[in-house]
């Protein structure tokens, strides 16, 4: 009997981990690793500065601190000060990714 669904197919094939997980993996980690670095790093300040203005009217975007802080499910600042320990970032990172791959 075939079972046409997406996990059967991806267990089909061999594929262990899908491509939103490790995809997220991904983000995830490197936010870490910016998050590491000194106070006045140009890519601290860039993934961590908040931008002056308002926005435009309609739906706001989607942006990639707003992605850190659904999958981790706190405030940036809460993500920060969970990151300066690598072991905690990483299995916090790894528990957020085995959560992503088992709701798909």
Known sequence: MINSTNISKLQEI???????????SRILKFF????????????RLVVQGK???TRGRGRSPM???D???SAVGGPLHECTR????????RMLVGRVTSALKDAS
């Not at 061999?14 to 997220?24: D, E």
């Not at 870490?32 to 890519?43: A, L, M």
């Not at 969970?82 to 970032?89: D, G, I, N, Q």
Request: charged share 30%.
């Open 32 to 43: 870490g690793h910016v998050s590491r670095r000194e106070s006045d790093s140009i890519g």
């Open 51 to 53: 931008v002056e203005g």
């Open 14 to 24: 061999g594929i262990k981990k899908r491509l939103s997980a490790l995809v997220q």
């Open 63 to 65: 942006r990639w601190t």
């Open 82 to 89: 969970l990151s300066a320990s690598r072991e905690k970032w």
């Open 67 to 69: 992605q850190i802080k």
